[in-house]
Nanobody, 112 residues
Framework: QVQLVESGGGLVQPGGSLRLSCAAS????????MHWYRQAPGKQREWVAV???????NYADSVKGRFSISRDNDKNTLYLQMNSLKPEDTAVYYC??????WGQGTQVTVSS
């Protein structure tokens, strides 16, 4: 069983930055690829980024060059550094671990 708890969301102005965290329970964290997804109001949940157990990363085109995913296996924690935020980044952000483990989400609102 894996439990995921996100934190770090909030209200930020366009161009600002936030860092999201996802604390994972269970010793299997270090062996799993970890993902960030987001869901904007009225839209389907969309994939944002992934980091493999070995540390390789990949990003959705919409966030490439602005967001950075990382992990600290000693702390069982996943991160998402978000820079140059835009209003269209407004969404609930979720971390995900296979197979089918989701956190409760953290709200990110980008607005002036």
């Amino acid at each position: 069983q894996v439990q995921l708890v996100e934190s770090g969301g909030g209200l930020v102005q366009p161009g600002g930055s936030l860092r999201l965290s996802c604390a994972a329970s269970g010793s299997i964290f270090s062996s799993k690829p970890m993902h960030w997804y987001r869901q904007a109001p009225g839209k389907q949940r969309e994939w944002v980024a992934v980091i493999t157990a070995g540390g390789s990363t990949n990003y959705a085109d919409s966030v490439k060059g602005r967001f950075s995913i990382s992990r600290d296996n000693d702390k069982n924690t996943l991160y998402l550094q978000m820079n140059s935020l835009k209003p269209e980044d407004t969404a609930v952000y979720y971390c995900y671990a296979p197979v089918d483990y989701w956190g409760q989400g953290t709200q990110v609102t980008v607005s002036s």
